[in-house]
């Protein structure tokens, strides 16, 4: 059974087997789980996501406000969205807004992304990237046997 955290109101939502999370509804607020767009998340909602997070993967984009490059790669996440959820959740979290969950995770340039699964970082990488390519990537890390 898979698990999930509500964007709108951070209830912990599960999906059944053999119903389409893509069509979950929370049940506390009853707003679409999965709306095909990036998530914006501070500190303690990317806690929750990492710790609720079930039978699915988080994909978290590092950004600031201030970074050409990851303005840039904002609508090319954004379209990611679409091609990986519902078995990747994407996430966004501004490093200026929020510094000490950037630090917790060791980022040291930005955009950063980080591969969650299970609450625990699978593959990150950094720099400007394609729609194509972020999905790529995120396909091909998710495929790789667990260290």
Known sequence: MAQFVCPACGAV????????????????????????????????ELDAHRRSTKGAA???DVWAPWCGPCRAMAPQFARAAAALEPGVRLLKLDSEAE??????LGVTGI?????????????????????????????????????
Do not use: Y
């Not at 119903?19 to 500190?43: L, T």
């Not at 510094?99 to 917790?104: D, E």
């Open 58 to 60: 988080l994909l978290l």
């Open 13 to 44: 939502n599960r999906a059944p087997e053999g119903k389409d999370p893509a069509a979950a509804k929370c049940g506390r607020c009853h707003q679409r789980i999965f709306q095909g767009a990036p998530v914006e998340v501070s500190a303690s």
């Open 99 to 104: 510094p000490q969950a950037a630090a917790a």
């Open 111 to 147: 955009p950063a992304l980080f591969l969650l699964r299970d609450g625990q970082v699978v593959a990150k990488t950094a720099g400007l990237m394609s729609a194509d390519q972020i999905v790529a990537w995120t396909r091909e890390a998710l495929a790789a046997p667990a260290a």
